[in-house]
């Protein structure tokens, strides 16, 4: 399971260095056309580069929640023992779940929102921009699983995770 989980995260980050790639046409033509007279100004520039990174933040967000680097703040007292790290991190990483599942829940109806209406630009589809964010909650879920999964592994054997890290 570990393995998938892997391939999941390194996907997701060659996805976001992709978006970023794609990301930079749009915004580049619409600098080259605001300060020049060399392309027209296009109008469906603003909502690609939008779209793109609508798509680049949900997937960061998945990153940085496998991670751990999404920004926290520490409430609680840092403890000294493993089991005192394991249950500090079992109650962060609860909350982050919790959330995700909020996340979850109202962004499958956000989505399905978006399944009826479509760009007034480029005539996409709004399901395709809208889909990111229950994708993204999904990942979360995914990934604070694995971490619980690690929490209860430093419970039981609090020497050898504790010291691997």
């Known amino acids: 399971m570990r393995r998938l989980i892997d391939w999941l995260y390194r996907a997701l980050q060659a996805l976001i260095t992709f978006l970023i790639a794609i990301l930079?046409?749009?915004v580049t033509m619409q600098i080259v056309s605001r300060y020049t007279d060399l392309i027209p100004n296009y109008i469906w520039t603003e909502e690609m580069a939008r779209f793109c990174l609508i798509w680049i933040i949900m997937l960061g967000?998945?990153?940085a929640v496998r991670d751990g680097s999404h920004f926290d703040v520490d409430v609680l007292p840092h403890p000294k023992t493993p089991h005192g790290v394991a249950l500090s991190r079992m109650v962060v990483h609860g909350v982050i779940l919790l959330v995700a599942l909020i996340f979850l829940?109202?962004?499958w109806r956000f989505a399905?929102?978006?399944?009826d209406q479509s760009s007034e630009l480029t005539g996409i589809n709004m399901v395709t921009i809208h889909i990111a964010f229950p994708f993204a909650a999904l990942t979360w879920?995914?990934?604070t699983l694995e971490k619980f999964?690690?929490?209860i592994q430093l419970?039981?054997?609090p020497k050898v995770v504790y010291e691997r890290g």
């Not at 399905?112 to 399944?115: K, L, P, S, T, V």
């Open 24 to 26: 930079i046409v749009p």
């Open 155 to 157: 419970m039981k054997r």
């Open 112 to 115: 399905q929102f978006g399944y």
């Open 105 to 107: 829940a109202f962004g």
């Open 149 to 151: 999964y690690d929490d």
């Open 61 to 63: 967000a998945s990153v």
């Open 141 to 143: 879920v995914v990934f």
